[in-house]
Structure formats: structure tokens, C-alpha cells
DNA sequence: GAGTGGTCTAGACCACGAG
DNA sequence: TCGTGGTCTAGACCACTCA
């Protein structure tokens, strides 16, 4: 026997999947909803929960609950999202001397000048991601670009973690819905690091690919 | 002001990180710990859920609830989970006819035969993570090396996601907490795909890693 | 001020695990 | 059988949004 919560969050999910609830639709009341399923409120809005971890539904305090936008997943591959086409990049840029995590990130003294760029990416209307880029100032340029020069060696550490609340209210997205987490370290052919960017990439909106081409001699070993 | 719940989880979140409660301990009954907060249950059942999502706590239905062992963090490189000291592995092996998603996944026809490993990784007592690895069936080894031979190139593709209910109860994790989901192709240098690994690793115990090295001309693009 | 979601209470009843 | 966690009820009260 499912449970109530699931039994309620599975019709509302086929309502949504099948576009009888289309996107930025407004759902009833959550009193509303509670009476038409015979439930009590806690009951319902435990449905809801499991269809906002889910990232169907977006939760709007004082307004009410909203049928996400179902936007198209990108991928994250050679340190870019692809594709591209409608994206927009809002940066702020800050200077600021190194601490914390990030001395042994780029491989600097404790309070090197660095730069800071700081990014949201949004897919039409809709933010879709976070990322902040730090390069030793001597480095920096005046304007980021995607395709930093000089750059011999990249090494990207995933993890999957939920966001901090800052990150879930910048995305509009649940702080129950896991992020990807991906540090890329970026080093030129000295061995330099020469940018490191904190990717913060929604779960249910974007995946990461990656390519590895094996060079194995005559015994399968690689090499 | 900081919600009752998030309270809670922050005192015993401090007692668990500074080792006042011990792996494998069982916390007092959910009646016990609310009366001790004095809170109600459901309350303090929204606490331990936070807890349980962050992969502290796990919950045995009739038994209790128990910290978890923290286990060392396993990164995922080329393929391999490292360091590999104390792992080991079950697999079980069955034949089958290609189906579903695993048709162009494996760029195989209809019903071709495959080989599935099914691999449960444990760390310890603790189960860590599970692999589903498909090879076709005239190219599969009686027993899975991890070092397969013929492989000339690799795709990862890294997502998060909830784990499915049997992904959680197979790896003894709460179902709130996100895994990393990585799908592996591997081809050989004829373009023909030699090995396809489905693989979820709980983010609370595994990171992946990828090193990308880049061919820059004098211009600065990439070639 | 009216309506919305957010948090919490104080229980009831069911399902699971172990003796 | 008994103690455990799992689910659910029927409210109360607070915080936020918008007219």
C-alpha cells in the first residue's frame, strides 16, 4: 500500500508530465488541495515536498505553489554548458586577497591579490546556475572569457551535495534538491594555477560530461 | 530565529561530529529525545531527517536510530575508485538480451546478447556503492576486470539524482540523500562500445575526478 | 486586511524487529 | 508482547505577499 503523500504527489506529478498543469501555472491552496484529497495540510504539503525535491514545483511564500519550467538539461562539457544558444551571464566582479580554502586551491600565499568574478547563468527567465571564478589578479582580465588562453591542464572535482540556502534562493530551486559541485582547477604548462571556478550546477537542469581518450600498449596496461 | 528542527540537528549534529555520540551508537527513542527537547515528535522527526539527508544518521525502522560510521571519501578516477585498500566487491553475473535504454547505450540491435556484473562495493561492513556493468556477450570475460583491454576511449556522464528505493536500501542510505550518477561508455578504436557502466555512488562518501589536458596552438585556441 | 505558505503541537494508529 | 520508528490528523499560530 503506498502512502497518502505518494499516492497524492504521483497524481499531481501525471497532471504536471502530461501538461494538463502547465508551466507557471499556480496550484490551489494548499487548504484547497488538502480538501479535494480528503488529507489533512501536513499531509499535503509532505506531498509537495517530494514533487519540489523533484523540481516540479516551485514553493512561493505569501503567493502560492507554481508548476516549474521544465527546462531543457544542459550539459556541462570541456568546462562550458552546451549548448549555449539562449543563455545569458550576468557577472560582478570583485577584488579580494586570498584565505581559507582558497590558498591551497590556487596554489598561492595567504593574501595574494586575486579576482573574483561571480556569475549566474540564466535560460530564458529562469536562473539556471552558479559559478564563481577566481584568478590571481596579475592574470585577471579586464572581461571574462570562456576560452581563457594559456591554460595547459584542467582538473574538474564533481561532487553531489544539497545547496546552502543562498544558493537555493538565487536558483529558485528547493533546498532539497541536490546540486552538482564541480571544482575545476585549471594550470598552465609551468605547473601555474591560473583559475579556479566554484560550479554550482542544478540536478535536475544540468549533467557533466567527460571524455577520456586510454593510451594502452601491447599488454592492455595503460600507460 | 532558527526553526526548532534545524536547532535540534545542529546539537546533535556537534555531538556527532565531535565524537560525544560514537559510529554505531543508537541515539535515545524519538519519544526520549523529543521529551528532552521538549518538543513533539513530528518535530523532532524533522530534525533527524535533516541529519539523515546529510548522511549522519541512519533510521532502522523498529530498531531505532543510529549514527553512522563516516566513512574515508573514495574518488572516482578513470573508471577506478581509489585508494582501494580496504574494498571489496560481490558481483553477480547474468546473461541477457539487449532492452530499453541499453540499446543505444551499447549500439547494439534489439535482444543482441549481453553480459550484466552486477557490483555491490563494500567498505568494510558498510555497503559503499553499486555498478551495473553491461558488456556485450562475445566480448565479456568470465570474471570483471577492472583493467579492461581494447578500450581506446571513455565517456562519463555525471549527474545527481535521489537514490530509487532499492539503490537506497541496497546501500543503506537514506532516500533523501542525493547520489551521483555516472554513466560509462567504453569504445574501442573502432568506435564500437566494449562496455557500458552504470554506476551511483552516494555523494556523501564519493567525489569524481577528471583530469582534461589541452592542445592550445599560438593563437591561444583550443585544437 | 485577506490569503498564502511555514512551523509546530499533541495526540492516534499502523508496521517492523526482537525476545 | 513490547518498544521501536512510520504515517496521519485537526487543528493553532506566525511570516510573507499583495491589494
New interface residues.
Given amino acids: 500500500m503506498r502512502s497518502l503523500r505518494h499516492t497524492i504527489a504521483d497524481d499531481l506529478r501525471s497532471q504536471i508530465t502530461t501538461g494538463e498543469l502547465t508551466a507557471g501555472t499556480r496550484l490551489p491552496s494548499e487548504p484547497q488541495l488538502a480538501t479535494h484529497y480528503k488529507v489533512s495540510t501536513?499531509t499535503l504539503r509532505n506531498a509537495l515536498a517530494l514533487l519540489q525535491?523533484?523540481g516540479l514545483i516551485e514553493k512561493i511564500h505569501g503567493k502560492g505553489n507554481f508548476v516549474r519550467h521544465p527546462l531543457r538539461r544542459l550539459t556541462y562539457t570541456?568546462?562550458r554548458l552546451t549548448p549555449d544558444g539562449d543563455l545569458h551571464v550576468t557577472i560582478r566582479t570583485t577584488n579580494l586577497r586570498a584565505r581559507g580554502h582558497l590558498i591551497p586551491l590556487l596554489k598561492v600565499p595567504s593574501r595574494a591579490l586575486l579576482t573574483e568574478f561571480f556569475c549566474v547563468t540564466h535560460q530564458g527567465e529562469s536562473p539556471h546556475s552558479l559559478a564563481r571564478i577566481y584568478v590571481p589578479r596579475d592574470l585577471a582580465p579586464a572581461e571574462l572569457h570562456w576560452?581563457r588562453?594559456?591554460?595547459?591542464?584542467?582538473?574538474?572535482?564533481?561532487?553531489?551535495?544539497?545547496p546552502t540556502p543562498e544558493e537555493a534562493s538565487t536558483l529558485r530551486i528547493s533546498s532539497?534538491l541536490?546540486?552538482?559541485s564541480i571544482t575545476r582547477v585549471s594550470t598552465d604548462n609551468t605547473g601555474r594555477v591560473v583559475e579556479a571556478a566554484l560550479l554550482v550546477l542544478p540536478?535536475d537542469r544540468?549533467?557533466?560530461?567527460?571524455?577520456?581518450?586510454?593510451v594502452?600498449n601491447e599488454k592492455?596496461?595503460?600507460g
Fill in positions: 501536513p525535491a523533484e570541456g568546462g576560452h588562453s594559456g591554460v595547459s591542464q584542467s582538473r574538474d572535482r564533481v561532487s553531489a551535495r544539497l532539497a541536490a546540486v552538482l540536478s544540468t549533467d557533466a560530461l567527460f571524455d577520456t581518450h586510454h594502452t592492455g596496461q595503460e
